[in-house]
């Protein structure tokens, strides 16, 4: 069994080389860049560089056909990387450049940045540069503490900024009902058995510099040793049901629940949200909470429309977050920059 590799999370800012070219300034904040969730942990992304761009591409080499079929949460997952650079241009005060969906003939190249001098980032997302390393996916159980208004405000205006709408959702009966939808969704896709395969194909046991932990059968915690379960997740989906329940009972004792949503459902919409991501998970890190994702019901579209209309947010939900404070972080490993580039 391989140890998952954590050595990404070190990176530190005092090494930034201030003295040199885009280029060499661009290959160190892609450290920074690696450090964002994706689905499954995944790690889809791949960046092009020379000394006169970057480029951030989508890699549909590391997709999730399964239960990511038009590489929605991929496309996210690339956003969420695009913040993490963008808060590194801030923090550094790099004047870079960014231009989106540059060219119609390559959909695959996300966004292409290149330096100016006149471009700079807004300048509340440079406090956020500490929370990038600090920041995990937590999910296990949190304490019972709710977020402190001035926070929800924050997250609010982090999401409102990057062109999305968020929403919390506080009433006992649509927390309930959100509960109900996840465990729905879990069994759903623990009954298929490609989506069990998909599952256990990323699970860690065999993954150093990627992947996610597994969990245990009748339990929500989180395992490193994980080669035994992603054998009988291939074989069995009696275990969607212990997730199913591990996740219901989450919601249903989860302080705060958030679902980030958008008014289209297209590319462009995928990559904001995943910025919006990004910045709502770093502003809830600074404030110490932490948080995770219960995406079932977005990820089964016979789901997807109940869930809109429990969470009122826009017309598609794009991200269903738990947020809180955890008694610890936990990492999850990443592939160095030398693996993301070409």
């Given amino acids: 069994m391989s140890t998952p590799d954590l050595s990404a999370w070190e990176t530190a800012a005092r090494e930034f080389p201030h003295a040199s070219g885009f280029g060499e300034q661009m290959r160190f904040l892609l450290r920074y860049a690696t450090l964002a969730p994706s689905s499954h942990n995944t790690q889809p992304w791949r960046f092009k560089l020379d000394d006169e761009s970057l480029s951030l591409l989508a890699d549909r080499t590391r997709s999730l056909p399964v239960c990511d079929p038009y590489d929605r949460e991929l496309i996210i997952s690339c956003g969420a990387a695009l913040m993490n650079l963008r808060v590194a241009f801030a923090h550094f005060g790099c004047g870079v450049q960014i231009d989106t969906f540059p060219f119609k003939v390559e959909p695959d190249v996300l966004a292409l940045m290149q330096p100016n001098p006149c471009a700079h980032q807004p300048a509340a997302l440079a ?25 929800r405000a924050q997250l609010l205006q982090a999401a409102g900024e990057e062109g999305v709408a968020l929403s919390f959702v506080d009433q006992l009966e649509p927390r309930r009902h959100l509960a109900e939808l996840v465990a729905r969704g879990d069994e759903i896709q623990f009954a298929d058995p490609a989506f069990r395969q998909e599952l256990a194909r990323w699970l860690h046991g065999s993954r150093a510099q990627d992947g996610m932990p597994a969990y ?16 009988l997740i291939v074989r069995t989906f009696d275990m969607g049901e212990n997730v199913a329940a591990s996740h219901e009972n989450l919601v249903r004792h989860s302080p705060t629940l958030a679902c980030i949503s958008t008014e289209m459902d297209d590319v462009q919409a995928w990559l904001a949200t995943g910025q919006a991501l990004q910045r709502i998970l770093l502003t809830a890190c600074a404030a110490g909470f932490d948080a995770s994702f219960l995406n079932q019901p977005i990820e089964v579209e016979s789901l997807r429309g109940r869930l809109q209309a429990a969470v009122g947010g826009a017309a598609f939900p794009q991200i269903l977050l738990r947020i809180g404070r955890a008694e610890r972080r936990t990492h999850t490993p990443r592939r160095p920059v030398e693996d993301v580039l070409g």
């Avoid at 406090?127 to 926070?151: C, G, K, N, S, V």
């Avoid at 009748?218 to 054998?231: M, T, Y």
């Fill in 216 to 231: 245990a059968a009748g339990s929500g915690a989180l395992l490193d040793a994980a080669a035994p379960i992603a054998g």
């Fill in 127 to 151: 406090p956020l540069f500490p929370e990038i390393t600090r920041r995990a996916t937590d999910r296990r159980r949190y304490a019972d503490e709710a977020l402190p208004a001035a926070l």
